[in-house]
């Protein structure tokens, strides 16, 4: 079978794209219908290289996000429960060849007091992250799915669970789909061939063509809130930014549903990986912005994540340019919220949950923990229907402002006086009267104690 990624077509592309402001110009306005952009457009914007143009890609980024999520941020943390791993992706500290990492597989009770400390700090959504292994099976996870939800503590409890584990059989996607997995998450890492063989030298993980088409095989078995990204550091930003938005079309084409995520990671120093300490394509700052921005306007119906990788004040910055989840107070080793051990990278913001809601609340953005689309229903197509029109606003912006009211209240990030004013403004933004109306109320109903109401 030919692949979707036509690795001599793209980097053609990227070779015969000669920047031009007037079509730079037209694109950038095209992008404002919320169509997305095709590859040869998308290549026309990573082109530019002068602040000007940056400028106004930034900026478009920007009011893009808007239009189609609002001013909120998703939050949301991993949860390794395993870094053993057949694998030995070079990049990775918990690659089979790192003997020096010691190695753990979270049990029931460890699970239980990690989910209990997030609970604690006040996260509703989170990713479960595993190295490869035959104990990260599907009935281990259906397992932990169904533990995680189970974990009621007086303040509240996990509404979501995202996985990103390595790919697993169609009977294993539908057993996790059975116990109510939110999205399936998992990274090309790089999409192009030679530099995937190199860096996946061994280990089932070293197939390329089973691991691009692993989406696949979970859309086929009912995940139809699938995450894909690239690990940023591997190969030319370019030509793997291209080929995320080849792989966006060809699920949309094929499937009727483009992905629900799109992840940007960029290589960290990670214990036993000299390759991570010094990537052959580090990715600069700038290009990293270009790129968000690009994906925003490309794909503008996607949830572009965001971890904890980055710095605070990069992160700031991105938050403009159309990210709109982000982790936070996240650790990367198994059991890592009750003990300390070595994680799978060096993170870049070790802030607390609460500290990073009270900043990005000083720079105008709501802190949501909304759950409500995959809890409605609101999945794949149905989702993609909302999303892609830029009709998902008025409700995500309603379920943020509910689930921040329940945070500041809850969790005393801060005194719900100091809040009042700025939510009051947010309400006021809402169009449609009907949502105003019902928010209004239901934050009163929140006032006076009720939880977990959304639209
Ligand atoms: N083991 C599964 C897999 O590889 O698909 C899933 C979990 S893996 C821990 C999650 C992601 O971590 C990988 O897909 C990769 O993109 C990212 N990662 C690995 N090493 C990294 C590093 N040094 N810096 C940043 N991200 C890294
Ligand atoms: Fe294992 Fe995933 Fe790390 Fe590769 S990236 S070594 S598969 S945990």
């Known amino acids: ?137 599907a009935d281990y996870l259906a397992d932990i799915i169904k533990t995680i939800y189970s974990i009621n503590k007086s303040k509240g409890e996990i509404r979501r669970v995202n996985i990103n584990v390595a790919p697993l059989e169609y009977s294993g996607f539908k057993k996790i789909k059975k116990a109510g997995i939110g999205t399936y998450q998992i990274f090309q890492e790089t999409y192009h061939g030679g530099t995937y063989k190199f860096m996946h030298p061994s280990g089932p993980k070293s197939d390329f063509d089973a691991r691009l088409y692993a989406i696949d095989v979970a859309q086929a078995a009912g995940i139809d809130d699938v995450g894909i990204g690239v690990l940023f550091g591997l190969y030319d930003y370019r030509f793997e930014t291209l080929a995320l938005l080849k792989h966006c079309s060809y699920l949309d084409d094929k499937f009727g549903v483009g992905p629900h995520t799109i992840s940007v990671p960029r290589i960290e120093p990670a214990s036993g990986s000299s390759i991570s300490n010094n990537p052959p394509y580090k990715l600069s700052d700038i290009d990293f912005k270009k790129v968000i921005a690009v994906l925003r306007l490309a794909v503008p119906y996607a949830g572009l994540i965001l971890s904890t990788r980055e710095k605070p004040a990069l992160r700031n910055e991105l938050f403009n340019l159309g990210i709109s989840q982000i982790s936070a107070g996240s650790r990367t080793n198994p059991g890592g919220y009750s003990s300390d051990t070595e994680g799978q990278f060096s993170l870049g913001d070790y802030r607390t949950l609460k500290e990073v809601v009270c900043d990005v609340t000083d720079r105008g953005f709501i802190a949501s923990f909304c759950t409500a689309c995959y809890r409605k229903g609101r999945t794949g197509g149905d989702f993609m229907e909302l999303a892609k029109p830029g009709n998902i606003q008025e409700f995500c912006l309603s379920n943020a402002l509910l689930t921040f009211k329940e945070y500041i209240l809850d969790y005393k990030a801060m005194p719900i006086t100091d809040v009042e004013g700025f939510i009051r403004k947010q309400v006021a933004t809402i169009k449609d009267c009907r949502i105003r109306e019902a928010t209004v109320s239901r934050l009163k109903k929140i006032g006076k104690g009720e939880r977990d109401i959304y639209f």
């Not at 943390?77 to 089979?96: D, E, H, K, Q, V």
């Not at 400390?117 to 479960?128: A, D, M, N, T, W």
């Open 1 to 137: 079978m030919k692949s979707f990624i036509d690795e001599q077509g793209i980097l053609g592309i990227i070779h015969n794209t000669k920047f031009s402001p007037v079509s730079f110009r037209e694109i950038i306005n095209k992008a404002f219908s919320l169509k997305g952009l095709d590859i040869r457009e998308a290549a026309m914007l990573l082109s530019c290289t002068r602040d000007e143009y940056l400028s106004e890609l930034f900026s478009a980024a920007g009011k893009i996000k808007e239009l189609i999520y609002g001013r909120r941020l998703v939050f949301f943390a991993p949860l390794y429960i395993s870094n053993f791993c057949t694998n030995n992706c070079l990049y990775c500290g918990f690659r089979n060849k790192n003997k020096t990492l010691k190695r753990k597989l979270i049990d029931t009770d460890e699970i239980k007091q990690d989910v209990e400390f997030l609970i604690s700090e006040g996260h509703k959504r989170l990713l479960v992250v595993a190295g490869q292994d035959n104990n990260i099976n």
